[in-house]
C-alpha cells in the first residue's frame, strides 16, 4: 500500500509541476515571442518601403534557439536589389530604429545586434529588448564588437 501512495504522489507532482512551469514558465515565453515577431516584422515591412519594397524575407530564425530560452532576438535574412550599398542600407535601418525607438509605438527599443551582406542577402539580426535577458545578451554582443 505504501508504495501505491509514493507512485500516486509521484505522479500528482509531476502534473503539478508541468501545470506550473507551463503557466509560468512556457506561457509568458510564447506570448514574448509573438509580441517579438509581431514588433519586428512590422519593422521589416516599414523598411521594406522606405527601400522602394526591394526587400524579401528569404528566412527568420529564433536566436534563442542559439543563446538560450527567454532571448527575444531574431535573425533576417532578407533578399534585396544590389543598387543600395552596404552604408546607405546601415545608415536607413538605423535611422528608421531611431523612429521607431523614438515613436513609443511599442513598450520597449528596438536593437541591430549585428548586420552584414553575403551572396547579396542582408542578414540582420534585430533584438526586442522586452527583459532584462535579452537587454544583458545585447550588452555581451556589443562588447564582442569591441
Not at 527567454?70 to 531611431?98: P, W
Not at 511599442?106 to 547579396?120: E, K, Q, S, W, Y
Request: hydrophobic share 45%.
Amino acid at each position: 500500500m505504501l508504495i501505491f501512495e509514493m507512485i500516486v504522489g509521484f505522479i500528482i507532482a509531476i502534473i503539478i509541476y508541468n501545470v506550473i512551469h507551463h503557466f509560468f514558465i512556457i506561457r509568458p515565453i510564447d506570448i514574448g515571442n509573438k509580441e517579438t515577431i509581431n514588433v519586428l516584422d512590422d519593422f521589416i515591412h516599414h523598411l521594406s518601403e522606405n527601400l522602394d519594397n526591394t526587400l524579401k524575407i528569404v528566412e527568420k530564425n529564433n536566436n534563442s534557439v542559439v543563446w538560450g530560452r527567454n532571448i527575444y532576438d531574431y535573425e533576417y535574412v532578407l533578399k534585396y536589389n544590389n543598387h543600395f550599398s552596404e552604408e546607405y542600407l546601415r545608415i536607413n535601418i538605423n535611422s528608421l530604429i531611431k523612429t521607431f525607438n523614438d515613436s513609443k509605438k511599442f513598450n520597449h527599443d528596438l536593437v541591430v545586434t549585428d548586420f552584414f551582406i553575403r551572396d547579396n542577402l542582408i542578414h540582420i539580426d534585430l533584438a526586442y529588448l522586452l527583459n532584462s535577458a535579452t537587454y544583458e545578451y545585447v550588452l555581451d554582443m556589443k562588447k564582442v564588437d569591441k
